[in-house]
């Protein structure tokens, strides 16, 4: 069953997610496939309004995005407030939020592009999200107004880069990025700079996605004594 615009409904997403469960590849409830499934529809139907991810197709999109959100929540580090810096097309924040089964914690996704963040906003009401939301503002002052126990990043800049962007609110210790081959050499620079010398690794989550190596590095405060 496909849609008129051509792109996957939101039947094949949930029936091939469905598929790799009963593989056993990663665990989903009833509720997570169909919220997961719900939101690849929604995605691809808007990717046709404006560009928001290559990652497009129902086996991609489980193996480019799907799979990120699962091993986020195999970290027990996440704390009762994220902010998803650069959430662009909903991944790692909103699709995160839609499957999150903690009732508590809350979202907050930031994107400086207004189309972007129109379509976050518009999605999750969409979804009924009611733990989710949205802000247009730079990182830089939506930090400050939301006080994160955790700070999230998938593909949108170098670790120095970002910790330069989050220095200035307090509250944060916990910095969780999204990274692939060439990590080892970004960190090593990294270590050398202003803000990368104030952070020390605490964890790292090793998988591969579709063949592709992926790593998510788990980032906090140096604590000086």
């Not at 790799?20 to 691809?44: D, G, M, P, S, Y």
């Not at 086996?59 to 810096?85: A, M, N, P, R, Y």
């Not at 189309?115 to 733990?131: C, D, N, P, S, Y």
């Not at 063949?211 to 980032?219: A, E, F, M, P, V």
Request: proline share 2%; with cysteine.
């Amino acid at each position: 069953m496909k849609t008129e615009s051509n792109t996957p409904s939101k039947e094949d997403f949930e029936k091939a997610i469905q598929y790799r469960v009963r593989k056993n590849e990663f665990e989903l409830t009833a509720e997570q496939i169909a919220k997961a499934a719900q939101f690849a529809e929604i995605l691809h139907r808007e990717n046709q309004v404006q560009n928001l991810t290559r990652i497009l197709g129902v086996e991609d999109f489980i193996d480019g995005h799907l799979i990120d959100v699962i091993e986020l929540f195999k970290l027990d580090s996440l704390g009762d407030v994220i902010l998803d810096l650069g959430s662009g097309c909903g991944v790692p924040g909103l699709l995160a939020a839609a499957i999150d089964l903690d009732p508590e914690r809350e979202w907050v996704l930031c994107d400086s592009e207004k189309q972007k963040a129109e379509f976050l906003a518009k999605t999750a009401a969409e979804m009924a999200l009611e733990r989710v939301s949205i802000s247009a503002e730079r990182v830089e002052t939506v930090i400050q107004e939301i006080e994160p126990d955790t700070v999230i990043a998938r593909a949108v800049g170098t670790v120095e880069k970002i910790a330069g962007w989050i220095s200035n609110c307090s509250t944060w210790n916990n910095l969780i990025l999204f990274k692939s081959k060439g990590w080892e050499d970004e960190w090593q620079e990294a270590k050398t700079s202003r803000f990368g010398k104030k952070l020390t690794i605490t964890h790292t989550q090793e998988y591969s996605s579709k063949d592709k190596y992926r790593i998510l590095i788990n980032l906090k405060k140096k604590q000086f004594g």
